[in-house]
């Protein structure tokens, strides 16, 4: 039976099993982000703790990610990424030992956690380079909206599961069924044949993330994709860090409040991710990509105003919906202009930008919340990314035309600084 196109990547066996295998492993990392800031949050009594140990696994992200680009581009990618889903299964592992013999104190919870997202800012780079040698180029936006579709239903399913999970068993159960769900991402990934990296002459590290930077300077349409992504997580992207506060401030209910819009961002992310790949094959990527930038802020209104929380369940779908074509489609842009020497390096940047602003515009944006409320910040925030997108279109016009595939060699012949 043929596939519709949202789901041909699934026509790749290798990419089958590395989309099953990291679905199965992301489920599993969900079930764990749960566990530690509910059990740090029990021991200590301050919810400040669950925070410190949520901003040690995103943290690495922010620099050790262009290290991971970097290494991405000249160690052969199935052994990278072999590598550190190992290392992050022993620490997962280490966890596991400290909750069954009641060793799991706050600070050994806080050092483990940074240290496999250190471990994970070194292979993520990794896990979206090789997407492009699993399918072929015209199966690359629905494979990259599939692979998100992944992390959000983990996101739904992990919390859930660990809830089960840490009831029945306790803590070392959910952190052991983490432990063991690597190993899928492993089977999947070991036996893969890869191209191999190609040579990098001796360039340093350091060189080789200016060699990054250099092709993204001159290459317009990965910057103008860095500028949107950069401006969708300031002003966007917070929306997810504040679902909670939603329910429980706006809508006086935490428990069911929060589980219900997550879910629905969720389900809408998924559905966008089954359609971007027949959407961007039909009217082209570009169009897909800005067309959800600018509906994304008007769902983001329509969410800030909900006057239940049933509406804001209908409204936040949309928002998951308009959030993935954004961030699935900057992400595709890159893969797709960034030649295969560098890719691991570009993609690196599209994590570090996301790492860097959007943890900011989450602080801030509580700050602000705290001050003027809930509704008034999404709105207003939602509305200055819809201003800044449309005077950007308007005052530089073509800024954005070169945001789908290129010839990236020619791109590379022109560039004027091509030295380290």
């Not at 800030?304 to 998951?320: C, E, H, K, R």
Request: charged share 10%; hydrophobic share 55%; with cysteine.
């Amino acid at each position: 039976m043929a596939l519709p196109r949202s789901l041909a990547p699934f026509r790749q066996r290798q990419y089958a099993r590395f989309w099953t295998g990291a679905f199965v492993s992301n489920i599993g990392t969900w079930m764990e982000t749960v566990g530690v800031g509910i059990l740090v949050t029990q021991q200590t009594g301050q919810a400040g703790w669950a925070g410190i140990v949520a901003a040690a696994g995103f943290l690495p992200s922010a620099f050790a990610g262009l290290i991971g680009g970097a290494l991405a581009d000249r160690i052969p990618r199935r052994r990278l990424l072999v590598s550190t889903m190992s290392v992050q299964m022993v620490l997962a592992v280490m966890l596991t030992f400290l909750a069954a013999f009641d060793l799991a104190n706050p600070v050994a919870v806080t050092i483990i956690v940074f240290a496999s997202g250190f471990a994970a800012a070194l292979g993520f780079p990794t896990y979206q380079a090789l997407l492009p040698d699993l399918v072929p180029t015209e199966d690359l936006p629905a494979a990259m909206a599939l692979g998100a579709a992944q992390w959000n239903l983990g996101r739904v399913v992990g919390p859930a599961l660990a809830g089960i999970v840490i009831g029945l068993g306790g803590y070392a159960w959910a952190f052991g069924i983490n432990a063991l769900s690597f190993l899928a991402v492993i089977a999947a990934v070991a036996p893969m044949r890869l191209p191999p990296p190609p040579p990098h002459g001796g360039e340093s590290i350091r060189s080789s993330i200016g060699s990054g930077f250099r092709f993204i300077r001159h290459d317009a349409g990965v910057r103008a994709e860095l500028t949107y992504l950069g401006l969708n997580s300031l002003l966007a992207a917070p929306f997810i860090a504040l679902v909670p506060a939603v329910a429980l401030k706006v809508f006086d209910d935490g428990d069911f409040g929060t589980s219900f819009l997550v879910t629905a961002q969720g389900l809408g992310a998924v559905l966008m991710a089954v359609m971007l790949g027949g959407l961007a094959h039909r009217v082209g990527l570009r169009r897909v990509v800005l067309s959800a930038l600018f509906g994304l802020p008007f769902a983001l209104m329509a969410y800030a105003l909900s006057p239940t929380l049933g509406v804001a369940g209908v409204a936040i779908f949309f928002v998951g919906m308009g959030y993935l074509g954004c961030l699935s489609g900057f992400n595709t842009i890159a893969q797709m202009r960034a030649p295969a020497a560098l890719r691991g390096r570009v993609m690196s940047v599209n994590m570090m930008t996301l790492g860097l602003i959007y943890p900011i515009g989450a602080i801030t944006q509580g700050w602000v919340a705290d001050a003027v409320g809930l509704r008034v910040t999404t709105f207003v925030t939602a509305l200055a990314l819809l201003v800044i997108v449309v005077a950007i279109r308007t005052l530089r016009r073509g800024f954005d035309k070169e945001m789908g595939p290129a010839d990236v060699t020619e791109i590379l012949a022109a560039d004027p600084d091509p030295a380290p």
